[in-house]
């Protein structure tokens, strides 16, 4: 496949001129053609694809694709990036067609749903189409489906609409964005949409899939494709982070609403109340929030901040290290890393309570919100987490991993640090590495 993958890559750049090439980076990404003077094109360019990995070549593809609307090109780098994740069988997709019937686009036009992401002529066909529908001829596949699903509905079924198109072998990519557009309310509203993406999930859950809602328009869901993924149920609401000093006296300015208001303590902690999509939230919204609710601040600003609510050198640490090794590689689509997050709020001050104990793990070291309705909460470990008045604690320790147990099972994924790995020389590159394994497992772009 790298191999394949790489050849079709060469014949792109094999057809542009020297000046072209050099100036590629530019319009491709990142992609550095050596001048080599004396060097042909040919060896400029197996010397500019000699080091990229299977990743990085089918990565270039899919820009390429993008710069050229080139399909196959485009799929060719998909099914590299999506070689290790569980397939959608054309078992599933045949059953995904029969939903639909003869009827995929609705509201809509076949034709102009499918042509987005399926090639359905070529410019010959486009040339000579009229002249062959006038004598009964050839006709492009844009023709048949005009046909046969717009002008004559029933004439295909989507099943045979995919098998022409190419949707029982195409990417998952392309298959899930497909029946994105075909339960977007421009094609399906209503109770037809809802029942419709009922249908679909429960088949699609089979090959580990499903459409979720991530937003409206004009008060219709908005659903998208991804992996099905265990993570916690509900939305997000309000976090209250970044707790700097005494715990903030919380209530509700409008409990129907779950508005909240913050009594007292408000200078010790941040809230942030926005809307947050099944993508998570992203430092660059949480930026965007920032410079909002305090006019004239930045992202430099914002990160003085946080840093004031963390604890220790290592908290100090593992902060630190996020942003600067990964802020430079994701930028606008870096996760938000968020200190010192309320996870649950018990409004009573703990020696008040008589009647029963506080609730446990009241705050989190970290957190993370991913797409797919991931939580990920990273804990630094000090002694403290280990022991009561400084001797070892069997009990602190059982309280510590009940409250695990019980996150883990609502949904959350819950990594450990003892606070030694995140101190020392090879602190930095420890960080990295979790971070790295951790959105590659979660998919998160780099």
């Known amino acids: 496949m790298t191999t394949n993958l790489r050849i079709l890559i060469a014949d792109v750049l094999q057809a542009m001129t020297h000046t072209e090439l050099s100036q590629a980076p530019l319009e491709i990404a990142g992609l550095v053609v050596p001048a080599g003077e004396g060097l042909s094109k040919r060896q400029r360019i197996d010397s500019a694809l000699a080091n990229l990995t299977e990743m ?72 000579f189409g009229s002249m062959a529908r006038s004598r009964g001829a050839h006709q492009s596949l844009r023709d048949k489906i005009t046909r046969h699903m717009d002008d004559n509905p029933g004439d295909w079924s989507v099943e ?52 979720v809602q991530e ?14 993924v265990r993570g916690v149920g509900g939305r997000p609401k309000n976090l209250i982070f970044a707790s700097q000093g005494p715990k903030p006296e919380i209530g509700f300015a409008d409990a129907i609403n779950n508005d909240i208001v913050i009594l007292s303590g408000e200078e010790s902690c941040l809230v942030y109340d926005r809307p947050i ?21 930045n992202a430099a600003n914002l990160g003085a901040r946080l840093q004031k609510s963390l604890s220790s050198d290592a908290e100090h ?29 018990d409004p009573a001050i703990v020696k008040t309570l008589r009647h029963r104990l506080p609730l446990p793990r009241q705050r989190m070291d970290f957190l993370l919100l991913l797409p797919g309705r991931q939580r990920i909460v990273l804990e630094v470990d000090g002694k403290h987490h280990f022991s009561e008045k400084d001797r070892p604690s069997l009990k602190v320790y059982a309280d510590m991993v009940s409250a695990d147990r019980e996150l883990r099972l609502a949904g959350y994924e819950i990594y450990r640090f003892g606070a030694n790995e995140l101190v020392g020389d090879d602190a930095e590159s420890r960080i990295a590495d979790f971070f790295k394994k951790l959105f590659r497992l979660h998919r998160v772009a780099r």
């Open 317 to 345: 640490k593992l902060f630190a290290t996020y942003f600067k090794v990964f802020h430079p590689a994701l930028g606008e689509t870096l996760p938000a890393l968020l200190p010192q997050v309320y996870l649950h709020y």
């Open 160 to 211: 045979h609409l995919f098998g022409e198109i190419g949707a029982f072998d195409c990417s998952r990519a392309r298959f899930g964005a497909l029946l994105e557009e075909a339960v977007h309310p421009l094609a399906r509203s209503g109770e037809e949409q809802l029942k419709s993406v009922a249908a679909l999930n429960k088949i699609l859950a089979r090959d580990g899939y499903e459409l």
């Open 215 to 228: 937003s409206e328009l004009s008060g219709h869901p908005i659903f998208v494709f991804r992996p099905l």
């Open 56 to 127: 990085d070549l089918a990565q270039l593809a899919l820009k390429f694709a993008v710069h050229r609307g080139d399909v196959s090109l485009d799929e060719a780098g998909r099914k590299v990036l999506e070689a290790n994740d569980p397939p959608i069988t054309q078992i599933t997709r045949r059953d995904v067609a029969r939903v639909f019937g003869d009827d995929l686009a609705g509201e809509r036009g076949t034709v102009e749903m499918v042509e987005r992401y399926f090639p359905l002529s070529t410019p010959f066909e486009d040339f």
């Open 277 to 297: 999509s099944s993508n998570g939230l992203l430092w660059s919204e949480l930026v965007a929030w920032w410079s909002d609710i305090m006019p004239g601040a």
